[in-house]
């Protein structure tokens, strides 16, 4: 834009300059050229400036879809009808976009390891966990369910770019898998939200793993060129009981991981602290 803009006022300074020293009708004549130029050039570089923008529009929003899908993993909803150049655009990047996620959905389902962290994928962490349930239901063994996501990770990813966010993802899950027992499973549930099960365990352990992580994660901040940066994650837990299918399970966590997310940055909520107008 303000290329154009300056390649449009180039020939009319020069106008001006020109008129100003040659013109030999004096001073009035002069600031009437002057006014009539800068009009014009005002006028005439606002309507360029906003065919420009209605011209450009369809780029810039193809490009917002396309960071929305890197980054929150959303669908475009791009119109496909238009048959001009930008229209072809949004088109293929619709029509790219979704069938690039049909086939990664696709093969994570014939894989069972997240190809970021190299923990099980959101598939494995399904087929586990249900596994867990039936046995835990039958053989009445504790465990414990913790799904956590990191704090402000969409500002990191805006601030620091998706490489940045995708170490300190990683970062993440390795300083879990230090803290947790070679018996407990770890997995990407999607996003940056991580899923723990702790067999064996009540609140109190959790809360002493949780507690670990937290320290760790605290002592450990991720130098770049603007400073550090401080991860923090919000965390929900819930402990099993006799009575949980998958469902019900997965919901008494994942809204426990809300709480604490409308809470503040670093919270952990226990779904069995939570009344029960907060448990669906």
Known sequence: MLVTSFGIQVP???LIVYSVYSNPQGYESTVKILVSTVVASVLGTAFT??????????????????REYITDKKIPDLPTFYKDGAGQLMSDVQYTVSHLDKLIRSLEK????DYLTGISNRFAAETRLKGDIARSSRNEHKMTLVLLDIDDFKKINDKYGHDIGDFCLKH????????IRESDWIARWGGDEIMLMLFDSDEMYASNV????SVSLEENSIPNSLGYIKITISVGVTQFESE????????KVD???????RRGKGQIVYSSKLGKGNIV
């Open 244 to 251: 949980y299918d998958f469902e019900k399970y997965f919901k």
């Open 110 to 113: 014939t894989s069972s390891t």
């Open 49 to 66: 400036l906003y065919v420009l923008y209605y011209l450009l529009a369809p780029v810039s929003l193809a490009s917002r879809k396309l």
């Open 210 to 213: 949780l507690e670990r992580i």
């Open 12 to 14: 009319l300074i020069i």
């Open 172 to 179: 993440v899950v390795n300083i879990i898998k230090s803290n």
């Open 255 to 261: 809204t426990s991981l809300l709480e604490a997310k």
